[in-house]
């Protein structure tokens, strides 16, 4: 968050946009964003709840009254584990994991994503591994992204790598498709 | 698909579901393409191919027909013999050349004015699709000094 | 006083109309008393212009037969108004399209390249098609134009009198031409069969069950037909309830259905439509797939109930659609 | 057959078009002069008009006065739904000496004005509606409404509460009434309760004596252990087939003395009692509770050892002796009821909570529906009252989560309307048995009744926990020393922005009211309709709530949607005095759209007969033609739909008045 | 019938015991599995954090790979054993055909590589395959060492039930249990078959995953299960390798070994341990288990 605001300060209206409701509603993941009753179902079913910021409820009711700076560099939306426990249990049927995919997408090409977690970064290196070669390659993303993040951590998971490669877990040669340039095409093609 | 088309629809609509979801549709104001226009009868039982293909032949795009849910009907099953009726001429309208698509069967109930407003959408859309349903047909040559249409009694 | 005279033409149709008149058997000679017929051209030996040269109704009569898909077919109906009393649309072809009106499922240009193209048992490598006018070493040759679409007869002209049947069931000729002698037809305009459907008078009508409904539909080669019950009842598509009767339910008692010729009664507008509506509501299931299995085997719906009538049915012809 | 210049050639047809702005419903989109103006160019028409509210007085005055000058003898009226107003538009024609029926409603509001953006569109859409109905009018012709005589007595499907009510009212009027209840005996849902919010007013106190009054009212027949199967004819002269299932116990020898069930052979009760879910047990011959009306008991011919084996000494039989009220050989038996009016008051079903699992129902032992808790609670249920749970002992905490199978786009969408009420009465009975910790999670609290907010206040005061959160899982996975052994339940403080484990002991859900499991069936018989979810549906939502569309018959109670018992109570009144006002009125008309047959076109295919729902179609063997019985036809035209000849045809629905009518739909430019 | 096999990954590397054993016992349940050719990476669900119709194109190119590739003109069976590969291609057959406007770009630029994806493609989870086609019964006839008296605690995760899958209960998944069960081994009832490991965030946010998978092993462990057995590379990663971290933090807590159901499978079906990659797990497998697999051994409960 850019500045810690006074606690007993009036959040004004001027602040919040509430176009940014409408946006959000229309990608995908959007669908019944309005029809949320703040019931909390999806937080309590989240297991990274606990961990966030704002709940995944706390979020829904920040993207309709239009807290957009709030939302996009909240952690919450990169906490998410994909486990769609909340999308199964909405009651409203809203489909809250594919909304948090919408965010982040917005929050990365706002650049507002929050930088004190490495899981933009990650999606980032690994988008940019597929985009190479089509497939991933563990050890190497996990490489990258801790150089791009906290090296140190490279060398704090150096007994694992060396754990993985002993019981050949872990190769070092990139795979990668037949054509890697024909995936580019595509990809290029439906931006 | 065609901008300037404005299909026109004619809505054929059970008195005691579809046509009350359109009244329900009123009075809750949503709003959906003014391209349909209603004709009220009792039950879907009621609506028979001839006043199908007069409509196809009057100029309409697509014929709508309304009836109540299966087993909700108010005359007991009028609305299979809708269904038992626009399922048979669904299978001859293509040898006119005419879209199947252009006949639309559906269950509307009386509290579904949602689903009412989305099918007059999605049926003017699909007829957007298709472009405009053109019938043309010789006129009789009417014996002089009396109107006689078609085949008229001894 | 001279006899009234009268004047037969054939158009598009089998020849089974002219097979009809002949049929009248001894009957025939009563009529050959009581007029002069001045016009046959499957029977007597006069021309065109033996007709031009009569005077603008001159003829008492004149029974056109067939339908209309010739630019020539429609200059000798128009002839023939012009020259009769009365014009009477002989059997079902001049009446509702008949037989030959099946043809406008189908475009002109459809049926040119199936006839003289595809067919396989035409050999035509430069893909000639009939021409209106061609020019020969020779000379010019012309033939009739052949038209967009097959029309009945009282879409090209005015038509007084209907006699419906394919073709036309002996006993009605006799009873129109007897009302034509005595002066005694009904208004312009009539059809000159009873205005009541053929349940009337099959004799298979009392076997009904005491609800009517088809629990499968069968086509007649599928089963062996029960030669005393309503064919209905069997599964078997009769259009009798919706054809107008005069026939004797002829095809009924040779046990097989009406398929429709006679056309419609007074009450019904379109009459494929009609038909169409009566078996579908006959069949027995409420079930959207099985009744969608049952509809499937009726493989031509369109020739099956519109198979006399189709160029007299709301939608005349197969749809064409501007672009 | 559409001999539409024959009117144009008479000249007598004369049109009166007027077009209602309602004042700016329909004005505000539609442009009522020019429409207007368009009417008056139709043929036919004479004249045409606007007025701001065509059903107020001035309005009907208006077209009352130039029937009369303009010698009208067609009138339209473009307005509203002729769900609303063609009643009294008919009415105006009819006082003005024109046959109602030569007129026709155009509904240019419900189906123009409030559904249309474009002013322009919806002109031109008001427009070819007028058109159609001028078209239309044009076939019309004069016809006489259809009068019917009412019988005087009621079949009322149901013997809950709000049968209950309605009969005794009806009964007491002096009309006789048929209770039919499925279950062995009369009470419904409410019979199985402890208290009653927000009065706490103990149920069977106020149940019970009803229950006998309706035992021994003269003008009630009870008939308990009964399904109706069958229902056919109209308003005024249903007749309705019950079937009686048999219970083995004759209802006329037996002195409700019971002897016959400590009798038994069965020593102990030992199988599950379906009153109290199975909490409870009871003998294969039983009362199903202690105040069961009829107080005669049944017998469960699967339990029963003599129809398992027949080798039972029958200790029952014996023990009933002289007074013959065991009868082995009992049969089940339809029998025929003709009625004027029918009055369904067939209830509800709970949602099963085993749909939600990650409630915990039917895998952990110690969650409840909340009808289970209720018989808990009931001074003469399985455990006399004592809150204890299945190994016998006390709960020292309890989570009671609302909303179970209720506002849920999985399962059912609305809100079950009892259950925020009933919850805080649990939570208040769980404080008062036990003083035990009770935690009440909630979505929204609604609580609009008379006092019920004040119980709401009452519950926190006495230390009720309320948790704003819907529950997202009950789980026995313990994480701390104080979750062993309890059910952890896991929910987002919505208020305080958390995550909360709360370990409990006993779990009640609040599981929500949806329609009967059999409603189809039921509204298949009745000839009424579901709205949304499967509840019946109601003629209007608002000023005929508890009419249906089928003439006669009237609802009662959570058949309609979900109600507490007040409602229920109340709703049983109107349709009571529905029914009682239709049986004093004595004689019912109705729009006379029956079908006919053309004697001279009919063929005698008889293809209508089979069609026709109600068996007003038959063949007539002397004339070879069908015929229509004009008092058993209801109006729906399936015949004139499948006529082959159109010797069948619908008054005001024939085939030259609805083909005219496309026609003069379809003529404009769009 | 025909499966198509699209690995992803992860088999290829972390996973690989899991390729090696579900492979071996495939070809025992003569239900062989052929591999989806020149397939590329699904996406997970990180490239749909950055971009969603090139996420969805990425996915759907499989989808058409395998249309292409299959002899079948109707429903090609697409097996992959990754959860997160089995959401992910699964997510983009429902926005394929629930988001006009994604499907609407995506197709047409399938099209002009000249691949085509006609919805024809149904992803399949080995067990959906194993208990719904091959069937338990088939499953149990080709037991050589019955397993009776072992405690598995059936572990799922997320992806392989929510949101998209219909072969199994989203909340009490089954299907796992049943071929356990049908191994002759006994599983554990327990609460937590389907809650979160903390997936893809495992390398990244250690302490939080350590948690929830401490969360699952301890209960597993406390209601007696001697291995805890999954169907996801991912899932076996996260419960196998934050062990030793757990432990740490958790000195009461022991060690429980992890296994892929296959692997239990391959040894139910006595064959030998080398072939379903048991060398490869971090923490070995109760020696009973191992010992004398593949020779006939008989399997004595400890």
Redesign the interface.
């Known amino acids: 968050m850019t500045e810690r605001l006074n606690r007993h300060d009036a959040r004004r209206q001027a602040d919040f946009d509430l176009n940014f409701g409408k946006e959000v509603a229309e990608a995908p993941g959007g669908e019944n964003l309005y029809e949320c009753i703040q019931c909390g179902a999806c937080s309590g079913a989240c297991p990274m709840s606990a961990y966030m910021d704002h709940t995944p409820r706390e979020i829904i009711g920040m993207i309709r009254s239009g807290m957009k700076e709030d939302v996009l560099r909240s952690e919450t939306v990169w906490l998410c584990a994909s486990c769609y426990s909340c999308t199964v249990i909405c009651p409203r049927q809203i489909k809250i994991t594919d909304l948090m995919y919408s965010l982040r997408q917005r929050a990365l090409k706002d650049n507002t994503y929050p930088k004190r977690i490495p899981l933009p970064v990650m999606a980032r290196d690994f988008y940019k591994m597929v985009h190479r070669h089509g497939r991933t390659n563990e050890g190497r993303l996990m490489t990258n992204v801790y150089l791009h993040t906290n090296p140190f951590d490279l060398i704090r998971q150096t007994p694992l790598a060396l754990k993985l490669w002993r019981h050949g877990r872990m190769h070092l040669r990139q795979e990668s498709v037949e054509k890697p340039s024909e995936l580019r095409d595509l990809m290029q093609s439906v931006k | 698909m065609n901008k300037e088309f404005e299909p026109k629809i004619l809505g054929i609509l059970c008195n005691w579901c579809s046509y009350m979801a359109s009244d329900l549709a009123g009075t809750s104001r949503s709003q959906y393409p003014p391209n349909i226009r209603v004709v009220r009868v009792m039950c879907s039982g009621r609506i ?3 006043l ?3 409509a ?2 009057q100029g309409a795009d697509g014929v709508l027909v309304g009836g109540c849910n ?1 087993g909700d009907c108010h005359y007991q ?1 009028g609305n ?2 809708a ?3 626009v ?3 669904k ?2 309208l293509p ?4 879209e199947p698509e252009r006949l639309r069967l559906e269950w509307i109930c009386a509290s579904c004015a949602e689903e009412m407003r989305k099918t007059v959408e999605e049926f003017t859309n699909t007829l957007c699709r298709l ?16 109107a ?7 | 006083m001279s006899k009234p005279k009268v004047a037969f033409y054939w158009c598009a149709s089998c020849g089974g109309c002219e097979e009809a008149v002949v049929d009248l058997a001894d009957a025939i000679l009563g009529v050959v008393d009581a007029v002069d017929i001045v016009f046959w051209p499957v029977a007597m030996d006069f021309k065109r212009e033996d007709v031009e040269a009569l005077k603008d109704g001159e003829l008492a009569a004149g029974f056109v037969n067939g339908a209309i898909r010739t630019s020539e077919q429609e200059e000798m109906a128009h002839l023939m108004r012009r020259k009769s009393q009365a014009l009477i649309a002989f059997g079902s072809c001049s009446h ?1 399209g008949g037989i030959p009106g099946l043809a406008n ?1 189908y475009t002109r240009e459809d049926i040119l390249k199936r006839v003289y193209i595809e067919n396989p048992s035409i050999v035509n490598p430069n893909h000639i098609l009939p021409q209106e006018k061609s020019v020969e070493t020779e000379g010019t040759l012309r033939l009739p134009a052949f038209k967009d ?1 097959v ?1 009945t007869l ?7 009198y ?1 006699l419906p049947g394919c073709p036309p069931p002996v006993n009605l000729i006799v009873n129109a031409v007897t009302a034509l002698v005595e002066g005694k037809l ?15 008078e099959c004799e298979r ?1 009392a076997t ?1 069950p ?4 088809m629990k499968d539909v069968k086509r007649p080669h599928e089963i062996i037909i029960d030669g005393e019950n309503c064919l209905l009842a069997q599964g078997v598509i009769c ?4 054809t107008r ?1 005069g026939c004797g339910a002829a095809c009924l008692n040779a046990n097989m259905p009406c398929t429709g010729c006679m ?8 009459y494929g ?11 027995d ?2 079930d ?1 797939e099985e ?2 299995s049952m ?2 085997k ?1 493989v ?4 099956t ?1 519109y198979r006399y009538s189709l160029p ?12 | ?2 001999l539409r210049d024959e009117f144009s050639k008479n000249g007598d047809i004369r049109i009166g078009v007027y077009v209602c702005d309602c004042g700016t419903n329909i004005a505000g989109k539609v442009r009522v002069p020019e429409v207007v103006e368009y009417a008056g160019t139709l043929p036919h028409v004479v004249v045409a008009k606007e007025y701001k509210y065509m059903c107020s007085d001035p309005g009907q005055d208006m077209i009352r006065r130039e029937i009369k000058e303009q010698k009208l003898n067609r009138l339209l009226v473009a307005a509203c739904s002729p769900h609303v107003h063609e009643e009294t538009f008919r009415n105006v024609a009819a006082q003005a000496g024109l046959n109602p029926f030569l007129f026709q409603m155009v509904n240019i509001r419900e189906l123009v004005s409030w559904v249309t953006k474009d002013p322009d569109k919806a002109t031109a859409k008001a427009k070819d509606m007028i058109r159609a109905a001028a078209n239309r009018v044009l076939f019309h012709e004069e016809l006489e409404p259809l009068k019917y005589h009412i019988k005087r007595n009621v079949v009322i499907v149901g013997g809950g509460i709000a049968g209950i009510h309605a009969a005794l009212l009806l009964a007491d009027s002096g009309e006789h009434v048929y209770l039919v209840e499925r279950e062995s005996s009369i009470g419904g849902h409410m019979a199985m309760f402890d208290k009653t919010f927000p009065t706490l007013d103990c149920a069977a106190c106020i149940l019970t004596p009803k229950m006998t009054m309706v035992k021994s009212h003269p003008n009630i027949t009870i008939m308990s252990y009964s399904e109706v199967v069958e229902v056919n004819g109209f308003v005024g002269d249903f007749k309705v087939k019950v079937r009686k299932k048999p219970r083995y116990v004759d209802e006329e020898n037996c002195v409700g003395c019971f002897e016959c069930i400590d009798a038994c052979v069965f020593k102990d009760a030992r199988y599950p009692n379906e009153f109290d879910f199975g909490l409870g047990k009871r003998k294969p011959i039983y009362m199903p509770f202690p105040q069961a009306v009829p107080p005669v008991p049944v017998i469960d011919a699967d339990t029963c050892i003599e129809f398992k084996t027949g080798k039972c000494p029958k200790e029952c039989l014996k023990a009933c002796g002289e007074r013959a009220g065991i009868d082995f050989a009992q049969k089940e038996e339809i029998v025929e009821l003709e009625v004027g009016s029918i009055i369904v008051a067939t209830g509800f079903d709970s949602f099963d909570p085993k749909k939600m699992p990650q409630y915990g129902y039917g895998i952990y032992s110690n969650v409840y529906t909340s009808l289970e808790a209720e018989r808990l609670f009931n001074a003469s249920g399985p455990t006399a009252g004592e809150l204890v749970l299945r190994d016998g002992s006390k709960p020292k905490s309890v989570g009671i989560i609302h909303c179970v199978g209720s506002r849920d786009e999985n399962h059912n969408r609305w809100c079950s309307r009892v259950c925020c009420m009933y919850s805080m009465k649990l939570a208040h009975l769980v404080k008062e048995r036990t003083n035990a910790d009770v935690f009440n999670f909630y979505i929204d609290i609604r609580a609009a009744g008379k006092g019920y907010e004040e119980f709401y206040n009452r519950t926190m005061e006495e230390g009720v926990q309320y948790i704003r959160g819907k529950v997202a899982e009950v789980t026995d996975n313990a994480q701390t020393k104080d979750e062993e052994g309890k059910l952890v339940i896991r929910v987002e403080d919505t208020l305080l922005g958390m995550i909360r484990r709360i370990p409990v002991d006993m779990v009640i859900l609040s599981v929500g009211l949806e329609p009967q499991h059999d409603a189809l069936e039921v509204t298949k018989m009745f000839n009424i309709s579901c709205s949304g979810g499967g509840w019946f549906m109601e003629r209007h939502p608002k000023l005929a709530p508890v009419s249906t569309m089928s003439g006669g018959v009237f609802l009662a109670g959570a058949c309609q949607a979900p109600k507490d018992i007040p409602d229920t109570v109340a709703q049983a009144g109107a349709a009571a005095s529905e029914a009682l006002a239709l049986s004093h009125k004595g004689v019912i008309e109705v729009e006379p759209n029956t079908a006919f047959i ?1 004697e ?8 209508c ?3 026709c729902p109600y068996s007003a179609i038959s ?1 007539d063997q002397e004339k ?1 033609i069908s015929i229509l019985n004009q008092a058993l036809c209801q109006g729906c035209g ?1 015949c004139a ?7 069948a045809q619908q008054h005001l629905f024939n ?1 030259s008045q609805l ?1 005219a009518e496309i026609e003069g739909a379809l003529a404009g430019v769009l | 019938m025909d499966y198509l096999y699209y690995p992803g990954c992860s088999i290829k590397e972390s996973g690989i015991a899991y390729e090696e054993s579900l492979t071996a016992i495939m070809d025992v349940l003569n239900t062989p599995l052929q591999e989806l050719e020149d397939w590329n990476c699904c996406g997970a669900t990180t490239c749909i954090s950055v971009e969603s119709d090139e996420a969805i194109a990425l996915a759907s190119r499989n989808l058409a790979l395998a249309e292409k590739q299959s002899n079948s003109k109707g429903t090609v069976d697409l097996v992959t054993p990754c959860n997160a590969c089995y959401l992910t291609l699964m997510r983009a057959t429902h926005y394929l055909s629930e988001r006009q406007d994604i499907a609407g770009k995506v197709l047409p630029a399938l099209d002009k590589q000249g691949l085509h994806c006609d919805n024809r493609v149904r992803i399949r989870h080995p067990l959906d395959v194993l208990v719904n086609d091959v069937g338990v019964k088939a499953i149990s006839d080709h037991v050589r060492r019955k397993l009776t008296g072992l405690k598995v605690a059936c572990y799922y995760g997320c992806q392989m039930v929510r949101p998209y899958a219909t072969f199994d209960d989203p909340h009490r998944p089954t299907s796992m249990d049943q071929v356990m069960k049908a191994l002759g081994a006994q599983t554990i009832d327990w609460s937590l078959k389907t809650k979160c490991c903390g997936a893809a965030l495992g390398s990244l946010l250690p302490d939080i995953v350590e948690q929830l998978c401490h969360d699952i092993l301890r209960e597993a462990e406390k209601r007696g299960a001697e291995v805890v057995v999954t169907g996801c590379p991912l899932c076996h990663f996260n419960l196998e390798s934050n062990q030793s971290a757990i432990r740490k933090r958790h000195p009461d807590f022991k060690t429980i070994p992890v296994a892929y159901f296959s692997q239990i499978m391959g040894l139910g079906f006595d064959l030998p341990p080398k072939k379903l990659g048991i060398q490869r797990l971090f923490i070995p497998l109760p020696a009973s288990l191992t010992a004398g697999a593949g020779k006939g051994g008989e399997y004595v409960t400890a």
Request: glycine share 10%; charged share 20%; hydrophobic share 40%.
């Open positions: 028979e191919p001839q199908i293909l007069w196809f032949q299966p099953e299979y013999k269904l038992r009726r399922t048979l001429l299978t001859m040898q006119f050349g005419i472009g405009p349903l053109k019938v043309q047909i010789p006129q009789i040559i009417p014996v002089t000094g009396k006689v249409v078609e085949y008229v009694q001894t | 509702t499922l679409d029309r009282d879409q090209t002209v005015e038509v007084d209907y009904p208004p312009k305009g009539s059809v000159l069969a009873p205005d009541v459907a053929l349940c009337s009508n009904k005491e609800k009517l409904s259009l009798g309830p919706a009767s056309g419609a009664t007074s009450g019904a507008l379109d439509a009609k038909a169409l509506s009566a078996m579908a509501s006959l069949l299931s409420n959207a009744i969608k509809t499937a009726i031509d719906p369109a020739g109930f007299a049915s709301f939608l005349h012809r197969r749809v064409g659609r501007p672009g | 057959m559409l053309d001279t076109l009919c063929s005698g295919c008889q293809v007969v089979g069609l063949y070879k399936v739909g499948a006529c082959p000849s159109g010797a085939d083909m």
